[in-house]
């Protein structure tokens, strides 16, 4: 497999341990992530060479950072440095019938502050055949905005595949308002060839709703057919994506969700089986544990869409019981319960 290349910001995550809420905390367990960062190292724990492209603060934190990807195999010589810190997000875990809750202090980061030029992305594409990017990064700034834009045209121009998770994130988008914001991410995904978005992503950035369904009052029985017009819609909308995919979580509580996924290529709608997740240990990179898990199986099955989907939706699942942003799973431990083996017995 060649090179993949992912392109966003990783922060400092700080949680109360277990799932005590922010007024009962102590103390915070430390981890470091992001969407396109976790992205990046589910690849490399695949066997993928991935290089991640972000701007850090030259400090001690940024270091970490950096340090955090290197540990788990990600290639990282082409980061910019500058900027005077590192974004923060504090997370809050719910379990049962309360939600997690996740507080931002991103504000003047220095990914934040990066702008084009600043990357050399034909010398960081050379050799690379996919490029990778969600709509976390246009949220954050203007300036991340026009230099996700930048990269995005010039991998197009070089013949790179073009994905995107669109992750959709309210709290994020306070610079410009809605019209603006959908012409940001419509002039960035209209150079995708691969798109990810559940129904909220599709709705909040291009209007796009589901026929026939409230998401809200009966996601505790998603229907994969409920989708396809979504999926229709938005390739028509993006006539350069070959592919179009939906995650489907159902959430019966913060601790039970169930989870699936479809994928429609322009003539026929893919769906996996429809797994029970009942103990979620950390779902946060839940939708990234997808996308590297589907990145891979499209690499690795090019012919075979329905194995590279149910590759990731297994990959995903397993993520719901790993603390921490990444998924820290093998090819093998995702194969095993792709072929329907969920004992979780020990391995000796």
């Not at 910019?80 to 939600?99: H, N, P």
């Not at 055949?129 to 709509?135: I, P, R, V």
């Not at 019209?179 to 978005?197: Q, S, Y």
């Not at 995919?245 to 429809?274: C, F």
């Amino acid at each position: 497999m060649e090179k993949v290349v992912t392109f966003g910001e990783i922060m400092l995550r700080l949680a109360p341990q277990e799932f005590l809420r922010f007024s009962q905390a102590n103390s915070f367990d430390v981890i470091y992530g992001g969407g396109e960062s976790n992205v990046a190292v589910s690849l490399a724990n695949y066997g993928v060479p991935v290089e991640f492209i972000t701007r850090l603060p030259e400090n001690d934190l940024g270091k970490c950072a950096m340090m955090e990807m290197r540990k788990r195999g990600v290639k990282t010589d082409n980061i910019v440095w500058g900027g005077e810190r590192l974004g923060i997000y504090f997370l809050e875990t719910g379990a049962v019938s309360r939600g997690s809750k996740v507080v931002y202090d991103r504000a003047n980061s220095a990914m934040s502050e990066i702008k084009p030029g600043m990357v050399d992305w034909e010398k960081v594409f050379d050799g690379a055949t996919w490029f990778h990017w969600t709509g976390i990064t246009p949220a954050i700034s203007q300036s991340a905005a026009d230099a996700c834009l930048e990269a995005v045209i010039i991998a197009s121009e070089m013949g790179l595949t073009v994905s995107t998770d669109l992750n959709y994130r309210a709290k994020l988008w306070k610079y410009c308002d809605n019209k603006k914001r959908e012409g940001i991410m419509e002039k960035l995904t209209a150079h995708c060839d691969i798109v990810l978005g559940n129904e909220e992503d599709a709705e909040m950035h291009f209007g796009i709703k589901p026929e026939g369904i409230s998401v809200q009052t009966e996601g505790h029985n998603v229907k994969a057919e409920a989708f396809l017009s979504v999926c229709q819609q938005m390739m028509k909308k993006f006539p350069k994506a070959k592919k179009v995919i939906t995650t489907l979580r159902g959430s019966i509580s913060a601790s039970h969700n169930s989870w699936a996924g479809v994928l429609y290529d322009g003539k026929k709608m893919l769906e996996t089986r429809q797994y029970q997740i009942t103990h979620i240990v950390d779902r946060v990179g839940g939708g990234d544990s997808f996308m590297g898990g589907l990145i891979y199986g499209l690499l690795k099955y090019p012919e075979d869409d329905q194995n590279a989907l149910d590759f990731a939706v297994a990959a995903s699942c397993l993520k719901h019981t790993i603390k921490g942003d990444a998924n820290l799973v093998t090819v093998s431990e995702v194969e095993k319960l792709m072929g329907g083996d969920a004992s979780g017995r020990v391995s000796r």
